[in-house]
């Protein structure tokens, strides 16, 4: 959905004959649990522009719908109780948890290289 497109061409490397190849270096080793992650991990999750859409649009469905189900028994006539608020308050926050995710706020502020 182009989101190859908006990243760099990648180089291939070419594979030495056998005879030349260098000795194997050391593994890095394993990230422990508890390490912050680089930037330049979640770097795909910032540039894939459908990516975001596809997620915001799938969550402002899911808070629209739970709002709707919400509201139903109100335009019916009964009067809202705590549940019912709690669960319009939900959609709302889902909805606009969505927003939030296709504007992407916090990855403007990042400097793509």
Not at 2 to 10: A, D, H, I, T
Not at 33 to 42: I, L, N
Not at 68 to 76: E, G, L, S, T
């Amino acid at each position: 959905m182009g989101s190859r497109l908006s990243q760099p061409f990648e180089s291939f490397n070419i594979a030495k004959p056998p005879g030349t190849a260098a000795a194997p270096a050391k593994p890095a080793p394993p990230a422990t649990p508890g390490a912050p992650t680089s930037p330049a991990e979640h770097r795909l999750l910032k540039t894939c522009w459908s990516c975001r859409v596809l997620s915001g649009l799938g969550l402002m469905g899911a808070g629209g719908y739970v709002y709707w189900v919400a509201r139903k028994p109100m335009k019916m006539g009964h009067p809202p109780s705590p549940w019912t608020i709690t669960k319009m308050v939900t959609g709302l926050s889902i909805a606009t948890w969505g927003i939030v995710v296709m504007a992407d706020p916090k990855g403007k502020a990042y400097r793509v290289v």
